[in-house]
């Protein structure tokens, strides 16, 4: 058999399997569950800049409408990175931000005044 | 003395490192997500199947060809040149301005962006494609040629015991600056005053050996994009414009001295180290081994130190494949012969990981100037009518970035992996020779590319 034949089956087995293995990847989180969007409602809480129970780490679908009500015992903005969404919050009101988790990737929330890091929301696609 | 040079050589980089961007937190952050366990396993398994394909459908022993062959030379108008050094200078100075009497605000002011997302990221993968644009452009090599002509010195030649020495001490000094001392001098004043103190720097250094082998050897912008730009099928030299096979001076080229290819390691275990960590895995060691086997040392300190071992132990490993495929074909050329004329087969690897790692933290990074430029001194000025534009930070998802960062990252191997077997099919006489001397090499990428793919699927 010809080297270039050879190469060429390399080449095709290569990208169909690949393909193959890496089409459940980006699929069945959604299908595994459900794929109508869903409303997701997560809670912090912060006493003397740390967060109860430790950093939050939330996870989402794209396309979900996430909500992050914040409640602290001071006076801050609270701000959502990639997404670039921003509240003001404070001792008396606590804050929500609702949003439409419209694109996928690992975001970071911190208190923007104090450079307090919150924690992580995953959108995953 | 010695405290002195240090803090210049320290002071000299902070513009230097690549890596300084993402850790900076105060203007840049990557929201991409671990890369998922199929894309590493696909990932693996095709760069490990494609250079074994390579290695041994490939490997018929060729003559070793003079030099690169080159498809097309042209005359480079004076004018090109000219106009790209004037470019340079011009924009270096209203920068310079910018960076003075604008914001302090980084996100005010376009000059951070533009100098580390656009001119070190977003220029240096324009080398790959199109090199030698740097040394027209290089304002620091303009001011160097308007002062030699000011007062002529008469330079000794660069001392061949400092090699690229300068260089490696320059990206250390400013990687651990940056990744590892919490975030420092993000500051457009800081910008300037750093630009002004490498050009005195590299003033010095034209006076004492002379500009062209001060900038060749010495100067970290001339040395990197000059690394990234061996790949290019476009290349500008002096008055002529080559096309070439791209990869064509990686196969026909040798390093030209060991250190060099330390370098290309230096840039390749950056990335790596600032990808691993935001990881669990060094959060594990810093936080819990470290002190659980009573190392008292800070995270920095660790990170510092991790940077200067991990350059060498990636040169080792590469010394040690290089020895064993030389052991392997018994052949009688010498091992430092055979490291230097096998090193450049590295460079599309690192460079292709140094894409994989920045390119999510690139696309939305690279708009920021887009609005600032229109008013760069924050007078409220619309002066290219784009002080509207919304930048986008996340305008792709993170399954689309894992595609693009697998790809780059397969392809960079597989670039290695063909053009180290190029550079062996040249180099041994025999077919049995050429296979051995590769299986090492093979094993040595296919470890480099693992651990890339490893450190970008790590939560």
Redesign the interface.
Known sequence: MN?YT??GV?IIV?VI??VY??R???STTGSAQSTTPQTDQFDVVVQQRKVVGGQALFTAK?GDTVSITITADESDELHL????KHVDFSTSTPATLTFVAD??????FEMEGS?TDLGEL???? | MKSRSWSIAGVALLPLTVPLVASAHAFGQQYTLPLPLSFYIVGGVSAFVASCAVIFLFSDPRPASEGPRVLVVRRLPPAVAKTLRWSGITLAFLLLGIAVFGSQNWYENPVEDIFWVWLLLGFTYVNVFVAGLWDYINPFKTIARWVGELTPDTPSGYPSWLGYVPVIILFFGLVSLELFSNGLGTYPIVLAGVFMLYALICNFGSAAFGIDAWFYHADFFTVFFDLVGTFAPVRLKETTLEITYPGERLVAESASRADLILFVLFILAATALDGLKDTGVWNLVVSYYLPHWGIPLDPNIFGMLMLLIVPFVFFGLYILAIALGRALTRTTLTLRHLVLRFGYSLVPIAVAYHFAHYFDFLIGEVQRPIPLLSDPLTRGWNLFGTKAYVVNLIPLGADTIWYVQLGAIVLGHIIAAVIAHRIAVRTFTSKRDIILSQLPMLVLMVFYTALGLWILAQR
């Open positions: 080297k050879v190469l390399v290569g399997g690949g293995f890496l459940p990847a980006s794209q990175h990639g997404y670039d694109q996928s990737g690992r975001f970071p450079k995953d959108v995953l696609p």
